[in-house]
Nanobody, 123 residues
């Protein structure tokens, strides 16, 4: 099991940027593929971006390609999501998630979840 704590959410104007961070503890971080998911009110939780254990393989939702960047630092046990050119439709609770070993993209594939951080894009 790995414990995850997100930070960095907040209120930002359309076109602005935010950087989310997720700190992991309790297990060997480099054994886990990591993902960022989001859930807007009334909608299902969806994958935003995922990264493999080494950081070489990346996966992005089509809606965020070219705007969001996922990265990880295995020495610091952290994964980050840089969000640029934010849109009102990016408003959601963002969750960090960990999956042992293999990078997959479905919500149900992830065993460990953070508590979430709110991102609101509004003028």
């Amino acid at each position: 099991q790995v414990q995850l704590v997100e930070s960095g959410g907040g209120l930002v104007q359309p076109g602005g940027s935010l950087r989310l961070s997720c700190a992991a503890s309790g297990s060997t971080f480099s054994n886990y593929a990591m993902g960022w998911f989001r859930q807007a009110p009334g909608k299902e939780r969806e994958l935003v971006a995922a990264i493999s254990r080494s950081g070489v393989n990346l996966n992005y939702a089509e809606s965020v390609k070219g705007r969001f960047t996922i990265s990880r630092d295995n020495a610091k046990n952290t994964v980050s999501l840089q969000m640029n050119s934010l849109k009102p439709e990016d408003t959601a609770v963002y969750y960090c998630a960990a999956r042992f070993w293999i990078l997959l993209t479905r919500t149900e594939d992830y065993e460990n979840w953070g508590q979430g951080t709110q991102v609101t894009v509004s003028s």
